[in-house]
């Protein structure tokens, strides 16, 4: 049983929970403007990864979650790292959730973004060998000139930025291309990324009941930065631009909707 605690508490029926999720969100505005959002995992001390996987702090109720919020996503933008860790390969949505979209007017699978400044990727990885739609490589002038040969045989790769990605044109040019929600399944260095540049709309935050310890890192990282007053002023107001929108419970897990405040 999943709960809707916040706002109209409710007990969701499968039908009703698939329309929470896949409606488009309500604070978006006129059709056509960008929408990005962001889903993650965090166990509660705030862990983002167990034995180096994220999947491995979720349960059957976080995977339905998960395969909801993708189902309307015009494309899924995920960071190298999490290729490499997660996989990706094959078909990203099931064969029910491909006969919505088609009913809905989307096309059959939202293609994949993948974000690489260096384009450290296996050509051979199942990711684009049994990809449904060509992905999509986001990448830099910068990047090795062999790579982006070899690597476009398998991908339409896109420049997205000089040395260092543009947040601005990755928006853009998937705009261009009708790809308006935006919607991205990590890894922390692009919600890093991401959030520096204001461009966070929307996170889905599952809050796992586990208590992790070690090393894993944050749902979030970036590069670090200088400890001047100035700066952490600054970055605190900055850091103060989500509202939250909503709140859903199954078990001991909870499913938390952040918003951008519309005062950032």
């Known amino acids: ?39 993650f995992i965090s166990s509660i001390d705030g862990a983002a990864s167990l034995d180096g996987l994220s999947g491995q702090l979720g349960n059957a109720w976080d995977q339905r979650v998960f395969s909801l919020l993708r189902q309307s996503a015009d494309v899924i933008v995920v960071g190298a790292q999490t290729i490499r860790a997660e996989g990706y390969g ?15 007017w989307l096309s059959t699978h939202p293609p994949l973004a993948i974000v690489s400044g260096t384009l450290n990727l296996d050509a051979e990885l199942a990711v684009f ?19 982006k040969d070899a690597l476009a ?9 000089t040395d260092s990605l543009d947040v601005e044109l990755i ?9 308006v929600r935006i919607h991205s399944e990590g890894g922390p260095t692009l919600l890093g990324t991401f ?3 204001g461009k966070v709309d929307e996170l889905c935050l599952t809050i796992s009941p586990l208590l992790v ?13 200088p400890h001047t007053a100035r700066h952490t002023a600054d970055h605190a107001s900055a850091a103060a631009g989500m509202t939250l ?19 950032h």
């Not at 045989?153 to 930025?161: F, L, N, R, S």
């Not at 928006?171 to 790809?179: E, N, P, V, W």
């Not at 310890?213 to 590069?223: D, W």
């Not at 929108?245 to 005062?263: E, G, H, Q």
């Open 213 to 225: 310890g070690g090393s894993a890192g944050r749902i979030s990282r970036g590069p670090a930065a």
């Open 129 to 147: 060998t049994q990809a449904p739609v060509r992905p999509l490589i986001l990448t830099l002038e910068s990047a090795p000139q062999g790579r």
């Open 90 to 104: 094959g078909e990203l949505l099931s064969k029910t959730a491909q006969a919505w979209r088609e009913e809905n």
């Open 1 to 39: 049983m999943i709960e809707r605690i916040f706002p109209d508490p409710s007990v969701l029926s499968a039908a009703a929970l698939e329309h929470e999720l896949l409606a488009p969100a309500p604070e978006r505005g006129r059709s056509g403007t960008p929408w990005v959002s962001f889903n």
């Open 171 to 179: 928006i853009s040019k998937l705009t261009a291309r009708g790809l």
């Open 195 to 197: 959030a520096e540049a």
């Open 245 to 263: 929108a909503r709140i859903m419970k199954a078990d001991s897990m909870l499913f938390l909707r952040y918003v951008r405040s519309t005062d």
């Open 153 to 161: 045989k398998v991908a339409e790769i896109v420049t997205v930025g």
